[in-house]
């Protein structure tokens, strides 16, 4: 199971990523993008971890942060896998079609 913290301040998702590390656990900071959010300084910064839930909630305390517990994660370093795109429009009936 892979956890996700969120902290507002970079230095805070750092602090806890190298804290994790040293610890031996698994951790990337990434670009939290929030829902309605466009200016870029204004989203938040995610650790993604293989670290205990409770690990992370000492450090999300300390860091000024929270957990993010609703989302399915995918395991960290295991990008996604490739989408099974059509090559070319496919004809139907004379007229192209998209699938």
Do not use: C, I, N
């Not at 956890?3 to 990337?28: K, P, Q």
């Not at 900071?29 to 309605?36: C, D, I, N, Q, S």
């Amino acid at each position: 199971m892979h956890l996700r913290a969120v902290f507002y301040e970079e230095d805070d998702a750092h602090a806890v990523a190298g804290r994790l590390s040293h610890d031996g656990y698994r951790a990337d900071v990434v670009r939290e993008r929030l829902a309605g959010e466009d200016d870029d300084e204004d989203h938040p910064w995610a650790v993604v971890t293989d670290a205990p839930e409770f690990v992370l909630d000492v450090l999300v305390d300390q860091h000024d942060g929270w957990l993010d517990l609703e989302r399915d994660l995918p395991p960290v370093d295991v990008p996604p896998a490739p989408l099974d795109l059509p090559e070319e429009p496919r004809r139907v009936k004379g007229h192209f079609r998209r699938d």
